[in-house]
């Protein structure tokens, strides 16, 4: 199974890596935290390791550790704006078995 971004999300990051000049994607994984186990952790990519894994979405890249790809293999990524001041990316994870009732963490 693959990691996607959708379209909003491949267009978001493509304009965000834009702006800040450098870079060669979008680097998701995910770490021990919050109440129910895990949490997503989002940065740009400079470079990639012999332990990522490489996925491509609409012509931008989203590297995702070994590690990190047992707990979200599956996971599809949106960006999403809610009102004038909420915006931020979505996950979609099918692996997810319960969530924190805030949404920030996640167990599978």
Do not use: W
Not at 76 to 94: H, I, M, S, T
Request: aromatic fraction near 8%.
């Amino acid at each position: 199974m693959a990691v996607t971004l959708t379209e909003n999300a491949a267009r978001h990051t493509a304009t965000m890596l834009e702006k800040r000049g450098h870079g060669i994607g979008l680097r998701l994984g995910t770490k021990k935290s919050g109440c129910t186990g895990f949490a997503y952790v989002v940065d740009y990519a400079d470079e990639s390791t012999p332990d990522d894994v490489v996925f491509e979405s609409f012509g931008v890249k989203l590297i995702v550790d070994n590690t990190s790809l047992q707990q979200i293999e599956g996971l599809e990524v949106d960006y999403v704006k809610n009102g004038a001041l909420n915006q931020g990316f979505e996950f979609r994870n099918p692996n997810v078995k319960e969530m924190c009732g805030c949404g920030e963490s996640f167990s599978v």
